[in-house]
């Protein structure tokens, strides 16, 4: 069945991910093709509208993004967010101009019609504003539904062709109604009707693994997270015995992690699980590297090697499944106008003579979907919201070369932090929370000696889809008994800081 879609035209906007979000929120799917995609692309997903996102640049500067031609042709409804509205307006005959005075930050606007976007709505709306330039000129045809108090026009429509713009985000929470918007957009304007759930997305992709593995032997690679064991679920509801679970023990996972997942998936929900001791292996190969990137590809090689080792063991596999989600393929420049964050191993880490080929069912899905596909799999909601792990594992939570005495004493300190925190109640409260072995030694006083010892960061954030994320506000009192329990409990640690970074500019974890 064809998917009920809504193509996002990214024009570079720091938004365009929480757009996607916001749509299929109303259980609309939304998927996001570079502004400047092919005809074909976006004809092939016969989309019931295209949004326009923002995007940094100006109409009138040389190379500015513009409005393909094709996507007027279409005749399906639009909708120009700030920048996607300027374009619209100037591709359909208005006038951008630049602004006298530059509107950033949160503002209020006038309805002046309530057209399709504002049913229901109160004549004044507050909005987020981050725009120079404005629309001066309208199109022919259209028609000024709001505007600012700097009476600028903050919202346009042409009812009889349905493309409209507005100047203001509707996708963040600064715009209290912004959803409400988008949803008149994609269910009035549109005519969509919802079918984007987790029950359908769950028989989607169960169909889509069957035609792709057809009879054929899968291994998949579960690391005890969430995205592994999700994807696992559905692969083994997709061709059953034809899985089998790769656990491997890098030498590199958190305090009685091997334990943990033989006990979920071999013994709690009956899968074909092979568990692999490769610890010397992963930590020989690591010896004396530094560079984080050197770091994720090493590790994504030597993974693909295990697998496929252990693969011509299982009647010559020739699938891989792997828990990819969308925010690994951002981050690793999945789209043509993307700057590359840093290598996922499963996604930028891979090497190019892999002998297996890779099936990703939720290489769509935000972390939020993830947790509720696995959900309605019936995962253990304990398992369903445990916080994400990074493939590689320690090995980027430790800044500098990885050794097994340091493996050993960031282990020990990330088991106190997250005992400490389910003991406060405050584990679901925080998105991801871990503790970072940094590369530099601090003095201290202990007993009446002085030491010269490690310091151990400790990372607690707040979000929704991680790609952006706000730092926890933790007690004073949790974290000085975190900090305290580590200096006494940790043979090596004499000092340990918190670290107070968004997302971004930071990234989650430190490499």
Avoid at 324 to 344: C, F, L, N
Avoid at 378 to 403: D, S, Y
């Amino acid at each position: 069945m064809q998917r009920e879609t809504v193509v996002i035209l990214d024009y570079g906007s720091q938004y365009t991910q929480l757009i996607a979000r916001r749509v299929r929120e109303q259980h609309v799917y939304a998927e996001i093709l570079p502004w400047d995609v092919a005809a074909v692309e976006i004809l092939a997903r016969r989309p019931r509208g295209i949004i326009l996102s923002g995007g940094p640049n100006s109409v009138y500067d040389a190379g500015a993004p513009g409005l393909p031609d094709y996507v007027l042709r279409m005749q399906v409804p639009l909708l120009g967010i700030c920048y996607g509205m300027q374009v619209l307006a100037h591709a359909l005959g208005g006038k951008v101009v630049p602004g006298l005075e530059r509107e950033y930050g949160p503002a209020e606007v006038e309805i002046l019609e309530v057209d399709a976007l504002f049913a229901g709505l109160a004549a004044h709306q507050a909005v987020w504003m981050s725009h120079g330039d404005r629309v001066e000129t309208l199109p022919p045809g259209f028609r000024v539904l709001a505007r600012s108090a700097g009476n600028i026009v903050a919202a346009m429509g042409d009812a009889t062709e349905r493309v409209y713009g507005v100047q203001f985000h509707p996708e963040v929470q600064h715009t209290p109604n912004g959803a409400t918007m988008l949803r008149h957009f994609l269910y009035d304007v549109c005519g969509c009707s919802g079918t984007w759930t987790p029950g359908a997305f769950i028989d989607e992709v169960v169909e889509r693994i069957r035609a792709q593995v057809g009879d054929g032997q899968v291994v998949c690679g579960l690391s005890g997270g969430v995205d592994s064991a999700v994807t696992a679920a559905l692969v083994h509801k997709a061709v059953g015995e034809q899985l089998t679970c790769i656990f491997v023990d890098t030498g590199l996972l958190r305090r009685d992690e091997a334990a943990q997942v033989k006990a979920t998936f071999q013994e709690a929900l009956h899968m074909h699980l092979v568990m692999v001791d490769a610890a010397d292996r992963f930590l020989d190969a690591l010896a004396g590297v530094a560079d984080p990137e050197q770091k994720r590809r090493i590790i994504g090689e030597q993974f693909i090697r295990v697998f496929e080792a252990e693969a011509r063991r299982l009647n010559d596999a020739r699938f891989l499944a792997q828990g990819t989600i969308y925010p690994d393929v951002i981050e690793s420049a999945g789209s043509a106008h993307a700057q590359r964050i840093k290598s996922h191993h499963n996604v930028g880490g891979l090497p190019e003579d892999m002998h297996l080929t890779l099936v990703e069912p939720l290489r769509d899905l935000f972390k939020d979907e993830v947790r509720q596909v696995g959900l309605a799999l019936g995962l253990p909601e304990k398992l369903i919201w445990r916080h994400p792990f990074p493939g590689p594992g320690l090995a980027v939570r430790i800044l500098g070369e990885v050794t097994r005495e340091r493996v050993a004493t960031l282990q020990a300190a990330d088991a106190i932090f997250l005992e400490e925190l389910w003991s406060a109640g405050l584990y679901r409260q925080t998105a991801q929370a871990f503790a970072v072995l940094l590369p530099v030694r601090s003095v201290g006083v202990m007993g009446d000696g002085r030491t010269y010892a490690n310091v151990i960061a400790l990372r607690a954030v707040t979000t929704d889809d991680f790609m952006t994320a706000a730092w926890t506000p933790l007690p004073y009192e949790l974290l000085g008994r975190v900090s305290n329990r580590i200096v006494n409990e940790v043979p090596g640690v004499n000092r340990v800081v918190y670290d107070i970074s968004s997302k971004p500019p930071a990234t989650i974890e430190w490499e």
